[in-house]
């Protein structure tokens, strides 16, 4: 295993120098794509990271929070919809992400939640939130909701499961990502490949992200140093159930709307939620896959609007 650990470092490095469009860490791609009506900006969130970011609307603050493989563009078929039914929309890339720079580490959930929390109390001086989040933001936004309750007040978690003791077996390919550097020098070249593998197979509509949004996504994930803050999440997951492990202890009364695909995760989000959170209402989008806000954006806006305005 030390043989094999070292070799994929070795690879790793080759990668990196080789791989196309490759940027230094803490460099963010350059020209990020257009949230209609909302602003692009930049903040220094401090420990050496800047957070992109787009912002929009008056009303009650709601911090929009994306998945892998993907960037804040994500909820570009929902954030505008929100900025115009009355509410500032917030819409962070993620560190490792996006316009935002890419650390060494830090991609436990706890740390990604405390950069975008930052953000919103530090720079923009917003107290109370509404949080939604998807996939590993759906996480995030998990451990916001867990560590500081009193500043959320309502939490939606699409597509997501907060790993646990009590959480469902990891799937296959979390293992690939896992080995340092391993991922990294195998995708090299590669990128565009292998992410539209998971944009294919985990939708349950093949063209919901279709050649020009992986065009923007492969911005920031088009070089082994772009895809390794993906890999990255993988490889903190052992202080995540080491932090929800606590928290089970004592469950927050956050209101919670979990919302699984028909054909991702279903009502498993709901589920591995209620350890964690004592008031989790569930459903389940018949004929939807993973990518929920970018297949379902309008069945999505109709279930969480009621939610979020009460």
Known sequence: MRRLSRLAMKLASIAVLAGPGSASPGA???????????????????????LHYWTGGSGPAVVLLH???????????IAPQLAAKGFRVIVPDLRGFGGSSRPEGGYDRLTMAEDVRRLVRDTMKIGSVLLVGHDWGGSTAAAWALAHPDEVKRLVVIEAQPRGPWSKPEPWFYAFHRAPGFAEAMTAGRERTYLSWFYRNFA??????????????LRSYGSPEGM?????LVRALPKDVEVNSKAATHPVSVPTLAIGGGKGMGAAVGENLKPLFSRVDSLVLRGVGHFVPEEAPDELLQSILPFLSS
């Open 28 to 50: 963010p791609p350059r020209a990020e794509p257009v949230l209609p009506g909302l602003e692009s900006r930049t903040a220094d969130v401090g420990q050496g990271v800047v």
């Open 204 to 217: 349950a509509r093949p063209d919901a992200i279709g050649p020009e949004e992986v065009d923007i996504y």
């Open 228 to 232: 390794r803050p993906g890999f990255e």
């Open 67 to 77: 998945g892998w493989p993907e960037t804040g563009y994500a909820w570009r078929k």
